[in-house]
């Protein structure tokens, strides 16, 4: 809600090549970040965090970029912990097939999906699969820009 008075809010940014961190505050001690650093030519490491009366949040993710390969790993406190993660292999320079995870801690439910996508320059087919959200298949036509898309198809 806005009064009309000046909000004041404190922030430190710094950023080079392998490091990065925003952090800030306002006069309420409302408080939020993140720090990002690259490990490695192919690893990064995140962390963000938030705190202020409504939100106490604490979220880290590591993402790893191999060769043929993309990996994801989550780990969030926020009402609860939850952890998830996410894994792509390249088969071929035209197919990729992967999946995902989530898991959260306390209630015991785990969920996971999988997809796979089939790219060339003319044409792109892709389908997912998730018990918690509905099947969901697309083609795209480069050359008439046509979609295809069918949500729900199997199930």
Avoid at 97 to 111: R, W
Avoid at 117 to 122: F, V
Avoid at 130 to 137: A, G, H, N, R, S
């Amino acid at each position: 809600q806005l009064t009309g008075q000046q909000i004041y809010q404190y922030r430190l940014v710094y950023q080079d090549e392998e490091k990065y961190a925003n952090m800030g505050t306002d006069l309420d001690f409302n408080m939020d970040g993140e720090v990002k650093k690259q490990l490695s030519e192919r690893a990064t490491i995140k962390a963000r965090v938030v705190l202020n009366d409504n939100v106490k949040a604490l979220d880290g993710d590591m993402d790893y970029l191999g060769e043929t390969f993309a990996a994801t790993g989550n780990i969030s406190q926020n009402q609860g912990t939850s952890m998830s993660g996410s894994y792509m292999q390249s088969l071929s320079p035209s197919l990729v097939m992967g999946g995902t995870f989530n898991y959260i801690y306390g209630k015991n439910i785990f969920s996971s999906g999988y997809a796979a996508a089939y790219d060339t320059p003319e044409y792109m087919v892709a389908a997912a699969w998730d018990k918690e959200v509905p099947t969901y298949f697309f083609a795209i036509s480069t050359n008439s820009r046509c979609l295809y898309s069918c949500l729900e198809c199997i199930h």
